[in-house]
């Protein structure tokens, strides 16, 4: 597989995309007016604490309190002591994949090991005894504010660099599971365990594996540095503060995106590449042939077929080449996807023209998910096929295009109606909340009211206004749009609403009124009355 990094700057955006095969796999934006705060660390004072939901509110000096779960708080978790005593004469336990996806999104979920896994299931102690209204604690960001929802926050807080992850506050060590082997990865650990001061443990990410361990003890060193001035900070003055703030997208897209598998990282702006070359100098010098200043006229963008695929990515409807299609549907809680074969005319059998477009789905499907940055559950109902051999197929085949998503996701069997359900981590806004706003007619609807129903909503008006005014209304002023006019016109509707109403209508066409608007004025004064009586 073929694998770029593009950057793209301008006056209003920062834009990174994730090029395989020559086709966006991810997309990343940052806007000038946008306050990103995943990752950062805050001292913060508890708001309230709410025992019925087993969660608090933390007020870390922004607009809104965080959200604080007590699984999400470090010492909450009561260890089950029969099953550490059972496990205590083996060191080698599977990493507790959940921790990972937990601590900072730069970890990348990497599936790890550690000991930690034998804390799976166990019990929390209730969140009342843990914190109390006032009282002052440290946390990290890990959900970005979604819409109306809150931030969300934890106490268990990790510093990514692009080799490891420190966490101050457990001693365990994760290593990637993709390491070659346990008798490396005990080695591994040993070495880490006097590299780290006592109480502090790490993750080691899966591009920590290829590198010297020299490099991995100066990161760890800087990493330990920042979190002593995290600590200094957070004994300075009382108030809700920011203590540590998370890289801009530029360097976190290449501590996290720029591996071994990539070919190429081309810049577009003489700022943004030197800020690379300086932080590629200091981590991963031999790695600075592979990254080019994009000097070209042909936006970079442009040149690579980008905004095709972006704006694709904005579409309810996405065509597959096999005459197929996809329709997404958002709701509040969840995204169904619905597979259709479409105008797919192959002479193969019903059976196998079926299985290629699900196929072909699945692929275009995954593509998606990280190209919108999707969170969340998933539906997908794919086209139901009769062979069980087909119906595995599939399944095998999502979850091997699933492994190329940096974020962490999870998809059950089909069920016996075609439905395949998904999991994908939200931890920010997709990119078609960060990029669109809810359109102003239809209130994120997608549809609006027709002319006649509009015409009916009118009449209805003009009813409780005879009926509540006791004949005092007669003459009144209506705005409507060119739309709403032509259809009342068309059906010579004003002289039948005149006529059962009792009440002279005067239409005016307004350019500022949409298809299903319209606003009533008294005649005489030019009082609007259009709620009154809505």
Known sequence: MIKKLLFSSTATQKRVAILEDGKVAEYIVEQPDECRILGNIYRGRVSRVVPSIQSAFIDIGLEKNAFLNVSDIEMALIPDLEKEQSEDDDDDYDYDEQLAAERADSVNN??????????????????????????EIIVQVCKEPIGDKSPKVMTKISLAGRFTVLVPDNENIGISKKSAGKKQRKRLRKVLREMLPDGMGCIVRTIGLEVDEELIYNELKQLVAEWDEVQRKSLEGEEPCLLYKEQNIITSSIKNF?????????????EDYNEIVVYLNNVAPEMLSRVSLYKQSTPLFDAYGIEKDLDKSHRRKIWLKSGGYLYFDKTEALLAIDVNSGRNNSEDTLEDTVFAVNMEAA?????????????????????DMKKGENRHTLEQTMREYLKNDSTNTACTDLSRFGLME???????????????????SCNGLGRIFSTKT???????????????????????KILTSKTLFDYIERNNLQAQLESNHKIKLFFEISSRLEQDEFEVYTKEDGEDITEKHL
């Open 363 to 383: 692929k275009e499907i995954t593509r998606q998910l990280r190209l919108r940055d999707v969170g969340g559950i998933i539906v997908v109902d794919f086209i």
């Open 454 to 476: 509009i015409a009916s909503k009118l009449d209805r008006w003009l009813h409780r206004a005879a009926a509540e005014e006791g004949g005092q209304i007669s003459r009144i």
């Open 422 to 440: 998904m999991t994908r981590k939200r931890v920010r806004p997709g990119i078609n909340e960060m990029m669109t706003d809810v359109c102003p």
């Open 258 to 270: 720029f591996s071994n598998e990539v070919d190429e990282v081309l810049v577009d702006n003489t």
């Open 110 to 135: 990497d599936e790890t090991e550690s000991e930690t896994d034998k804390k799976k299931g166990g019990k929390y102690l209730p969140i009342e005894d843990l914190l109390e209204d006032g009282q």
